[in-house]
């Protein structure tokens, strides 16, 4: 999967780059592992942000934080660092031998063309698939065309809409690739 820094878009629909957070590193490494995902790509073209991003990996994978904490250091070792998505997406091409399926997520949705159940017998597929997330208020219009699909908003029980990364990611996951069985 990959969470996009860059093209995203700001509250008026301007593109940006967005900072990269410390939390959204943590919390959305901690849930890839734990749902079995392979890679982690974390995508910005910002070299500062890229620094910060190494070196909270640095820190938990090879730093004092990986004796502290083996459960964060197995989680955060999964995490690529790229410039853009399409280094990721080439990456993932070469590892896996065969072009991935890319599906794009976004609150404001409005063309979606793939459920969450869809999504589901997706990844058990044998094709590659990445998940690809946008920070900000969502990924920019020139990522949402690199897509073969795009999933549909996951649904609140009102009309706000505004989940952080890290929560939708979590959500769509468990989705896709939790375990068979009632709660």
């Known amino acids: 999967m990959a969470l996009v820094h860059h ?3 700001d509250k008026n629909g301007q593109t940006i780059a967005a900072a990269v957070t410390s939390l959204d590193l943590h919390d959305i490494a901690r849930a890839a592992k734990t749902y079995g995902v392979n890679a982690f790509y974390v995508v910005t ?3 500062d942000q890229q620094e910060l991003v190494r070196q909270i990996i640095d820190h938990w994978v090879t730093g004092v934080g990986a004796e502290y904490n ?5 989680a955060l070792a999964l995490i690529r660092m790229k410039a853009s998505l399409e280094e990721a997406l080439a990456e993932i091409q070469a590892a896996a031998g065969a ?3 890319v599906v794009v997520t976004s609150a404001r949705m409005d063309k979606s063309d793939l459920s969450h159940a869809a999504l589901r017998g997706l990844v058990r597929g044998k094709e590659p698939v990445v998940l690809v997330f946008g920070t900000a208020w969502g990924l920019a219009p020139q990522a949402l065309e690199q897509a ?3 999933l549909a908003p996951i649904a609140g029980a009102g009309e706000y809409n505004h989940l952080s990364v890290r929560s ?3 959500i769509i996951l468990d989705r896709a690739l939790g375990a068979d069985r009632l709660v």
Not at 70 to 74: I, Q, T
């Open 7 to 9: 093209p995203v878009v």
């Open 45 to 47: 073209p910002l070299e």
């Open 70 to 74: 083996p459960d964060r250091k197995a």
């Open 99 to 101: 072009r991935p399926q």
């Open 148 to 150: 073969d699909f795009r």
């Open 168 to 170: 939708a990611v979590s």
